[in-house]
């Protein structure tokens, strides 16, 4: 995790710039058109609307929503790596401190190919291609050992590295996810804690934290855990207090659930009861997730809008451009699978 550097924020300048990338994201309006397009042309709209450079560097071996997907991945570290290139002193090192998700993420990609028995060269021209220099350091991972553990040892010169070291035995792979959970959060939360750090992205990690500690017992009742696991899943340190947390891990419906949530004064049950109704119709969790994603990006907007030279519009701008992937994702590979425009959309999250 990033410490907290000295030296001048350049405050002023990275807002603006952070701004005017965001002004250039795709609208609603525009993901909409893409959505009534075929999956043979949404590829060059999608390359022409920002995405070109990447695009181009896919197409000599890839095609269709393979192409595609390694296209928009390789922009989105290129962006990042750009946004950390022009914030400055204290403000790059809270910036960090959101960034380095992004890497628990590719964490979690290497764990996942190697415990899926995925071979180097399909983790190498697939899942992490590389031609995104921003993989060459997963991938010497890849190349270098056998196996889970071996994997999770050659991490052991980075903090969620060590974290997962100290796991006893051998860890399951959903073990190992919810211990890079818990040490970026745990990380986050001390940097901005500090004398130097950042009152609102403190309350907006902790949001996220009480986000994922519920989507995890809804996801825990829906596989049947027992209490003792739900329990240990729960990540330190949000806004909702450990004994709410308890109860609601003791809960068996998502009624017991969002009733024992109801409990803490800090948990928003707006919008609860209609996305309880939608999850039972569709059997699936997406409408709770899509409901608290909702909310953080309105929270993020709202900060952005109070604290409009601040770190929050580089922070929310970043957010902004992981969901424009993240919807193009889903619109991409919805089309390549021939799901009804309709249930693609029902997914979008705008």
Avoid at 252 to 275: K, N, Q, V
Wanted: aromatic letters at 6%.
């Amino acid at each position: 995790m990033a410490s907290m550097a000295n030296g001048r924020s350049n405050l002023y300048n990275a807002s603006a710039r952070a701004k005017a990338r965001k002004a250039t994201l795709i609208d609603t309006t525009r993901m909409r058109q893409l959505l009534q397009q075929g999956p043979e042309s949404i590829g060059v709209s999608i390359g022409e609307l920002g995405y070109r450079a990447e695009m181009d560097l896919y197409a000599s071996r890839m095609s269709g929503a393979d192409a595609v997907e390694a296209a928009l991945f390789h922009n989105m570290d290129n962006d990042l790596s750009q946004v950390m290139r022009f914030c400055q002193g204290h403000l790059r090192a809270l910036v960090a401190i959101y960034v380095e998700r992004f890497d628990y993420e590719k964490a979690k990609t290497v764990l996942r190919a190697v415990n899926g028995g995925a071979s180097d060269e399909l983790i190498e021209t697939q899942i992490l291609p590389s031609e995104n220099p921003r993989n060459s350091p997963w991938l010497q991972i890849v190349r270098t050992t056998e196996g889970l553990q071996e994997a999770v040892d050659a991490m052991s010169g980075t903090s969620w590295g060590r974290a997962l070291s100290k796991l006893e035995g051998e860890p399951t792979l959903e073990e190992l996810e919810n211990t890079l959970d818990m040490q970026y959060f745990s990380d986050a939360l001390k940097a901005v804690k500090g004398r130097d750090g950042s009152p609102r992205l403190l309350r907006y990690l902790r949001m996220e934290i009480d986000h994922r500690n519920v989507i995890n017992q809804f996801r825990g009742i829906r596989q049947e855990m027992s209490q003792e696991k739900r329990s240990s899943i729960v990540i330190p340190g949000g806004k909702i207090d450990p004994a709410t947390m308890r109860q609601a891990s003791q809960a068996e419906t998502d009624e017991e659930l969002i009733e024992s949530l109801r409990r803490s004064g800090s948990f928003d049950d707006t919008g609860f009861e209609e996305a309880m109704s939608a999850s039972k119709s569709l059997g699936s969790l997406d409408p709770y997730a899509e409901l608290m994603s909702h909310q953080r990006h309105a929270v993020l907007k709202r900060f952005s809008h109070l604290s409009p030279v601040s770190p929050f519009p580089v922070i929310h701008y970043i957010e902004c451009k992981a969901l424009e992937v993240r919807n193009l994702r889903l619109l991409v590979r919805g089309k390549s699978v021939g799901l009804p425009d309709e249930v693609i959309e029902a997914h979008l999250d705008y």
